[in-house]
């Protein structure tokens, strides 16, 4: 078995920054704001009202639609308003406001732990959707859905991705660390659902803690085994994973499932086991603070809702003397470049990234026309031709892009753009095209109805 996939490029990673920064929970002070758009699909629908009280762990948006998924309060106090703000896109989006008392009383007591072994397949996923679970590395996919595939039978790994692989992000590796039993805990929940599958718990061969810790947790559990990877980006890519552990490739028009595959976080593996076996909901999650701006980068465990601006005070905030030229919401290859640090962090925020120096700017101010050089080929893991897709979107031609290059299986994980020597900004490209042509899809569709 390989033990990476084809493609990839070694980006510096910077982890030392925060690697041994034990996480922390932070419990924030100020005004909570919670957008009811968290994840892939629907929007979430209010279940609250201005001057209503709430508490910790109370749902505050019901899921509108199959894919959906309930938002959680995670704190206590009174709803101040349900209205439009900003939010880490720089887009307003509706959100439920909440004037925090700071006192963060729990709605249920989450202690009493029940037996999944007397729960029947449709209890557990039905205790995963009413905890407003979503994919918790990133993506945002409501997770109950994920767990209910065609033919679960037909499944034959469920992957546990602690690859982390990501530049400077840091929290995955310390959960890894110090809540290994909790992981391992969700990954068997899970795998109740699937009794074909095995166990698989992939993490990089940088995090030797991470691994020794896991693989502590998983001895002498069946089908459960830790699988250390090469280190190399984007070994934490869903794609990347199964074509590792299960030695197949697959079109972006289908799903893991369809080659018997369930991916999931280890956040989200963790947030499994508290709702299934406690009936905790989802209302904090694990994010890193970092970046050669940051006074004092942290991994914390993080209340949804909370102020950007709230956590990296509580770092120190910004580097004396330095100026903040790129503030990220992600790492520096996925990330999503932010206007606004006065936005909430949601579900899917896995890290704060506040760099000194813009590299894409930079890169800007260098770039050539393509010196057809076939390095972008090289490194891509879908083995994509990043070449010639940019020349079919420069002379318009988005058929050949999508039906004869397959431009819209891009992942958009930036390793063309990192290898450039041209400086061209391929990902960004893409990027732009596959959201143009994926609109153009919707409203032909929605006109057809």
């Known amino acids: 078995m390989n033990m990476t996939f084809r493609g990839g490029v070694h ?27 968290q994840h892939i699909g629907k929007p979430a629908k209010p279940i609250v009202k201005k001057g209503d009280e709430v508490l910790m762990g109370q749902k505050i948006g019901e899921p509108d639609g199959f894919i959906s998924a309930a938002v959680i309060s995670s704190c206590s106090g009174k709803v101040k308003a349900i209205e439009k703000r900003r939010t880490i896109s720089g887009a307003m989006q509706e959100c439920v406001v909440i004037e925090n008392d700071g006192l963060f009383t729990p709605a249920a007591d989450w202690s009493q732990r029940r037996d999944a072994g007397k ?19 990133g993506a945002g996919f409501p997770t109950y ?47 109740r659902l699937f009794k074909n599958a095995e166990g698989v718990i992939a993490i990089e061969d940088n995090k030797p803690e991470a691994i020794a810790a896991m693989q502590k947790a998983a001895e002498g559990k069946k089908g459960i085994r830790v699988l250390p990877l090469h280190t190399k980006y984007p070994q934490g890519g869903e794609r990347s994973l199964i074509s590792v552990i299960a030695g197949v490739d697959f079109p972006v028009s289908k799903l893991p499932a369809d080659v018997g595959c369930i991916v999931d976080n280890v956040g989200t593996l963790y947030a499994i086991g508290r709702a299934v076996l406690y009936g905790e909901p989802l209302f904090t999650h694990v994010l890193t603070v970092t970046g050669d701006a940051v006074s004092e980068p942290e991994n914390f465990i993080v209340h949804d809702g909370t102020l950007m601006t709230e956590l990296i005070e509580a770092c120190g905030g910004i ?38 120096r813009d590299a894409v700017e930079d890169s800007h101010k260098h770039m050539t026309g393509c010196l057809r050089c076939g390095r972008c080929t090289t490194v891509c893991p879908q083995g994509l031709l990043p070449q010639l897709m ?45 959201a143009e042509i994926l609109a153009l899809k919707r409203a032909k569709a929605g006109g057809a109805k």
């Open 11 to 37: 980006p510096k990673g910077n982890k030392e920054l925060s690697r041994n920064k034990a996480l922390r929970e932070y419990k924030p002070s100020g005004e909570m704001v919670f957008p009811l758009a």
């Open 119 to 137: 729960m029947t397949n449709e209890e557990i996923v039905a205790a995963v959707k009413e905890a407003g679970i979503v994919g918790l590395g």
């Open 145 to 191: 859905v994920k767990l209910m595939p065609k033919n679960p039978d037909a499944i034959k790994y469920v992957i546990a991705n602690g690859a982390e692989c990501e530049p400077y992000i840091t929290c995955n590796d310390q959960m890894m660390r110090t809540m290994a039993d909790g992981i391992v805990e969700g990954l068997e929940v899970t795998l």
């Open 319 to 356: 580097k004396e003397g330095v100026t903040v030229k790129k503030a990220l919401s992600g790492g520096p290859m996925m990330g999503v470049s932010m206007a606004y640090l006065e936005v909430p962090v949601v579900k899917t925020t896995n890290a704060i990234t506040l760099l000194g």
């Open 390 to 434: 940019a020349e079919a979107i420069h002379v318009g031609d988005w058929e050949r892009f999508e039906t004869k290059l397959y431009g819209l299986d891009c992942i958009a994980c930036g390793s063309c753009t990192y290898v450039c020597p041209a400086k061209r900004p391929l990902t960004q490209i893409f990027k732009e095209t596959k």
